[in-house]
Each structure stands twice: as structure tokens, then as C-alpha cells.
């Protein structure tokens, strides 16, 4: 038996019982909670690398907000028992030695979810800090409590112009919505900058209807497109291991090379609502199959796919594409030689710096050139006939070969000591830029100063990853051993800089036999003296990488691997990123 009048339409509203029409009308709690009285947890993640299922956690900072007020901070250092890459400590500055005492994910993760209980989870880019969480609750066998999610990226694309903002980075969104605080890859630190963020944005949405915690989830919820769920067949059936992949279009043809240490999950991912990358959703109009080269690990599944790449020049790769168009820093052939920028590789065993981009190749010529009185201009000498001088002869900053005022045999002895500064000890350039930068800071030129700061450390690098190629082309064979997560070995056999075999051992099996089987099939590399070609150098510095990992053991050098005691490698970091250690401000040093 129905009831009429106001006492029905209350039940309607308050129970989502049926209308006149037939269809149910929603509850006032289907509805959402008020923004204002929603708690979100805003989260931030430091890791020790990009893919969930292969590296860990090393920091967890996470920011409780209600109302627009804080209301709770959790911010702790995970030991992710694994060494950290060295190019993640020069991003976030956290070290082996600061996470070495730190509890691990299995300690710190109930304690972190019993902060986020209950609340609206929000990230920058929050499948990147989610998708880590989750593989730690499955790594841990704690279950993953499934909570709603804001990522503050897809929000942004929602709700703010290019004219705006020039891209959706933290730091750019952080300045743009006048955080106080500066996003600088620490996890407590950019989760309160992401708190500014959100709550810019959420006044933003309130001009779009969204006011409610339901509807700010919906609105910032990401759909895969038509073109994504048709395509997303090419993914069915492959292999959860390490490899490179490969889309291709009708006509066979390499459209993009990826890699992964799981195939399977990285391929699906493309055709997922994550994707929003409109170069590689093109891609995927034109792409008909999926071609995977499986490979023994993660060092053998990179090398494969930088040489993948350079030699197919996919249309949608970006990176390693044109190694040919990386630069070289050499001497001219002439009589009065200078230093020149090549795409040419030198010959072996000539004194060069790369192969770098041009950029950094005209830096540390400028490095030089200052410590130095060699030539700059472009002009040919000759020693039978005088050429104009320029005003560098005039400041004493050029010995003037173009007057004739020095011979060919003295100034020889000014190229060799450009020789010297890119082969031997920088110890002389950096002591005579470093003259040079005292001289401008007394004179209070702080933007000159700042340039040959930035000069002096292009030089410094590049010599130091130079050095660092040649000495392991110059080694010939090296065996080495990294460990294997679950168990066992990743070997790599190394010729003159190139992988020449890969392969993995079974847990708890001596590694020795399966060493000796992998040297007799490796791949024969003819003896080289020098690096090859920017391809090779590309190649070698990758093996550098995993070479310098702490779990990697070396199991056999042919020849002596070393790097000069005087070389560059020494003047590693001694370069700060800093505005500038000869800078005055406001009385400062």
C-alpha cells in the first residue's frame, strides 16, 4: 500500500524508493560528500626506478587535508633492499647509506595505510605512486584497500590551458598555483606542493559543477578510447619476461620499440585509460601486431633495443634514434690546428671528447678556449701567408697565428696541450677556468661567471664519460655477474664495449659452467683500440650503467680496466649545480 503526500516524497529522497515514472530516484548519499568536508590524502613516492614490479620504494610523504586545512603529515625513508641507481640519487639526493637503516615497505606500509584509511587518495601522476603501492601490498600480501583516487595530471589537462601553464610537471603547477613550498623529487616536500595544486584545481572544477567527492573522481576519471579497446587484442599472448617489443604496421614496418621486464603488463598498459600520449595513441591507429624479442634480462632487453632502434629509426622512438647526430669535439688537420665540433667520428686513439650533443661539445670547447691561447676562428692558415687578426689576438687571448707571430712548431706545442685536456689531466683547464671565474665574480660579472661555471662543468663531464668508454673498449673481454631477483645470476659477456652474450642462471646452480657455456657461444667482436661510433659509445655507457651497480661482480678481465689517477672522472660532482660558488648576493659568498 503506497502513502501520499509529503511523507512519500520524503521517502523518496531519503530511501531512492521509485517515482511516478518508474525510474529510482538517487539517495542523497549516492550523491557524494560535500568537497569541503572531504579528507584527502595527498601521497608522493620516491622509488628507485620508473617500473613497479622492478624497483622499490625509497620514500613515502603523504599530506591529510580537509576543509583546505592540514590535518595529519606521514613521511618516512623505506629501505627498498636494493642499491639505488646513481642517476636517482643525483635526482632526489637519497642515498644507500640514508635508507640503510630505514624500515622496509613490510613495516612502513600498514602504518601508511592506516593514515590514508578512509580517505580520497591523490597523487601527480597517480599511477605512477599507486601502482607502486599496490605491487608492495601484493609483495607483502596485504590487501590493497581499493580506495578513490585523484590524480592531479589528468585534472590539469581538464583545467588548465597551454596559454597557462606550459606543461603539467609539478614544479611548473606548483608555481602556477603559488605553493609555498618547491617540489625537489623528496616525497613529504612535493606531496605539500601537490596539496597547493589540488586545491587549486578543485576551485577551478567548482566552475565546472563538480562539488562533491564523487563527482571529482568521475570527472578527472580517464576513459581508453574506441581506437584503444579495438587495438587492445595485440596484446593478448605474450610473454611476462624481460624483452623488447616491437608495434609494427600492415606492411611490417617498425612503428615504436619499447622494452620492459615484463613485456605482457607494459605492452597492455598502451591500450589502458593511462595512456594519454596522443604521438603513440597515432601509433596505435596504424599498428597491426606486436613483435617481441624475448631476452635473458633487463641489460640484454636495453642493449637489444638501442640497437633496435638506431638501425630502424622508427617513426614514433624519440630517444636513441640518431646516434650519427651526436657530436664530437676534435683538432682540425691544418697547420695551425683548432678545436672543432664533428658529427664524423675521430680516428682511433686521436685525441677527441664525445660523442655528446652539440651543445655540451661547444661548452667544453668554450672551457678550453678560455684556459688556453689556442685559435677560434674558422679561417685555414697558412704558414706561407699572413691572414687578418681579430680582436682575440688583440687581448692577448690568441697568439695570433694569422700574423705569423708564432711558427708552426711553437704553436704545436698550444695544440698539444688541447690534446692533453681531452685525453690526459684536466687539472690545467680547470685551474685556469677557475682563475678565470675569481676574476669576473671580483668584478662583480656574475652572468659571465655563470657561463663559464656551466662551461667548465660540460668539459668536466664529457671528459669524465670519454675517458670512461675508452677505458672499457680498451679492456677487451670482461665477464660480469648481477643478481637476479629470485634467485640466481644475470651474466653478460663484454667485448670491447658491446654485449657480445646474456644470460640468466637458476637459483642455487654454481654459475661457472653456464659462464664457460656463454663465452664459447658469445658473439666474436673484433679487437678495437677506441670507441667506434656514437652507437658504440651509447652502447658502452649502458653497460657502464649496470657495470657500476653494487650488486654486479666481475668475474673476469682480460686486459687491465682503469681509469687515470689524474683523469677527469676524479672531477666528478666537483662542479655545482648551484647558481654559482663565485655568485654575491646581498653580501652572501
Not at 196 to 219: C, K, P, W, Y
Request: net charge negative.
Amino acid at each position: 500500500m503506497y502513502r501520499s503526500g509529503a511523507a512519500e516524497s520524503d521517502s523518496a529522497l531519503t530511501d531512492g524508493a521509485f517515482n511516478e515514472s518508474g525510474f529510482t530516484q538517487p539517495t542523497l548519499d549516492s550523491l557524494g560528500t560535500p568537497l569541503s568536508e572531504v579528507t584527502f590524502c595527498v601521497v608522493d613516492l620516491e622509488t628507485t626506478g620508473l617500473a613497479a614490479d622492478a624497483c622499490g620504494i625509497t620514500e613515502i610523504g603523504a599530506v591529510k587535508v580537509r576543509g583546505g586545512e592540514v590535518i595529519g603529515e606521514f613521511g618516512t625513508l623505506v629501505n627498498p633492499g636494493e642499491s639505488i641507481d646513481p642517476r636517482v640519487t643525483r635526482l632526489t639526493g637519497i642515498t644507500d647509506e640514508m635508507v640503510a637503516d630505514a624500515p622496509g615497505i613490510e613495516a612502513v606500509l600498514p602504518a601508511f595505510l592506516e593514515f590514508a584509511r578512509g580517505a580520497t587518495l591523490v597523487a601527480h601522476n597517480a599511477g605512477f605512486d599507486i601502482g607502486f603501492l599496490r605491487h608492495a601490498c601484493e609483495l607483502t600480501d596485504t590487501r590493497w584497500p581499493r580506495p578513490p583516487v585523484v590524480d592531479t595530471v589528468v585534472l590539469a589537462r581538464r583545467l588548465t590551458e597551454k596559454s597557462e601553464v606550459p606543461n603539467r610537471r609539478l614544479g611548473t603547477l606548483a608555481r602556477f598555483f603559488g605553493s609555498p613550498v618547491t617540489p625537489n623529487h623528496r616525497a613529504l616536500d612535493d606531496a605539500r606542493a601537490t596539496v597547493t595544486v589540488l586545491h587549486g584545481l578543485i576551485e577551478r572544477a567548482s566552475g565546472h559543477g563538480v562539488v562533491t567527492d564523487a563527482e571529482l573522481v568521475e570527472f578527472c576519471r580517464a576513459i581508453p578510447s574506441e581506437l584503444q579497446r579495438r587495438k587492445k587484442h595485440l596484446a593478448d599472448g605474450l610473454p611476462h619476461a624481460p624483452g623488447v617489443y616491437i608495434f609494427r604496421d600492415a606492411d611490417d614496418r617498425a612503428l615504436y620499440i619499447g622494452v620492459s621486464v615484463d613485456v605482457a603488463a607494459r605492452v597492455r598498459s598502451y591500450f589502458s585509460a593511462a595512456e594519454q600520449r596522443r604521438r603513440l595513441r597515432d601509433m596505435l591507429a596504424s599498428a597491426e601486431r606486436v613483435e617481441v624479442v624475448e631476452c635473458a634480462h633487463r641489460l640484454e632487453a636495453g642493449v637489444a633495443e638501442l640497437r633496435l632502434i638506431s638501425g630502424g629509426k622508427p617513426p614514433y622512438n624519440r630517444a636513441a634514434k640518431f646516434p650519427e647526430h651526436r657530436s664530437w669535439v676534435r683538432l682540425t688537420d691544418e697547420p695551425y690546428p683548432r678545436l672543432q665540433i664533428s658529427r664524423n667520428p675521430p680516428g682511433p686513439g686521436t685525441p677527441r671528447l664525445g660523442p655528446t650533443s652539440g651543445t655540451q661539445a661547444q661548452a667544453a670547447i668554450g672551457a678550453i678556449e678560455t684556459a688556453l691561447p689556442i685559435r677560434s676562428c674558422r679561417t685555414r692558415l697558412s704558414p706561407k701567408r699572413m691572414s687578418p687578426s681579430c680582436v682575440l689576438g688583440e687581448i692577448g687571448r690568441c697568439v695570433e697565428p694569422c700574423r705569423h707571430t708564432v711558427s708552426v712548431e711553437e704553436y704545436a706545442t698550444v695544440a698539444e696541450r688541447a690534446a692533453r685536456a681531452m685525453d690526459g689531466d684536466p687539472a690545467p683547464i680547470a685551474a685556469a677556468v677557475t682563475e678565470r671565474l675569481t676574476e669576473l665574480s671580483e668584478a662583480e660579472r656574475f652572468e659571465s661567471a655563470a657561463e663559464r661555471r656551466d662551461e667548465l662543468g660540460a668539459y668536466l663531464q664529457l671528459a669524465a664519460a670519454t675517458h670512461r668508454t675508452r677505458s672499457l673498449v680498451a679492456a677487451g673481454e670482461i665477464v660480469a655477474a648481477g643478481r637476479a631477483k629470485g634467485g640466481g645470476w644475470e651474466i653478460a659477456v663484454i667485448r670491447h664495449g658491446l654485449l657480445a652474450g646474456a644470460a640468466r642462471t637458476p637459483p642455487r646452480a654454481d654459475p661457472m659452467p653456464h659462464i664457460a657455456k656463454l663465452r664459447e657461444i658469445s658473439r666474436i667482436v673484433e679487437p678495437l683500440g677506441d670507441v667506434a661510433d656514437a652507437a658504440h659509445a651509447a652502447e658502452t655507457r649502458l653497460l657502464l650503467e649496470w657495470l657500476a651497480r653494487p650488486d654486479v661482480r666481475l668475474v673476469m678481465v682480460e686486459h687491465p680496466w682503469a681509469s687515470r689517477i689524474d683523469g677527469a672522472e676524479r672531477w666528478d660532482g666537483a662542479i655545482p649545480h648551484d647558481p654559482s660558488p663565485w655568485r654575491r648576493s646581498n653580501g652572501e659568498r
